[in-house]
């Protein structure tokens, strides 16, 4: 989304909104879910970095001749492995869970 809004000149209503939003969500700077593994964190803040250093490389270096759309590839890259990998592991999270909830249940009615 932000090569279009680029494009059309709005970068700062988007980093007023991505800030806005990573205060909001609390993520990954002050993790409310103390069980959230480990690796989900390191990779929250890696992801978070590396889109934080592309949008400071598509601001400052101008891209090279050969390549002029690197940045944009590159975005789209990230942002879509971000997003396979999240939606993957917080789908198999929150069926785990929703399995773990069921035992539970089920053991508090037997006793």
Do not use: E
């Amino acid at each position: 989304m932000y090569p279009l809004l680029f494009r059309d000149g709005l970068q700062v209503p988007y980093w007023v909104l991505a800030v806005g939003w990573s205060f909001l969500r609390s993520c990954p700077a002050c993790p409310a879910d103390r069980r959230t593994p480990r690796l989900v964190l390191v990779l929250q803040w890696l992801s978070t970095f590396a889109m934080v250093a592309i949008h400071v490389l598509h601001a400052f270096v101008p891209p090279p001749q050969a390549l002029p759309d690197v940045y944009v590839v590159a975005n789209v890259l990230l942002s879509c492995a971000m997003f396979a990998f999240f939606f993957l592991y917080f789908n198999y999270r929150q069926f785990t869970l929703l399995r773990t909830s069921s035992d539970t249940q089920a053991k508090l009615k037997t006793q």
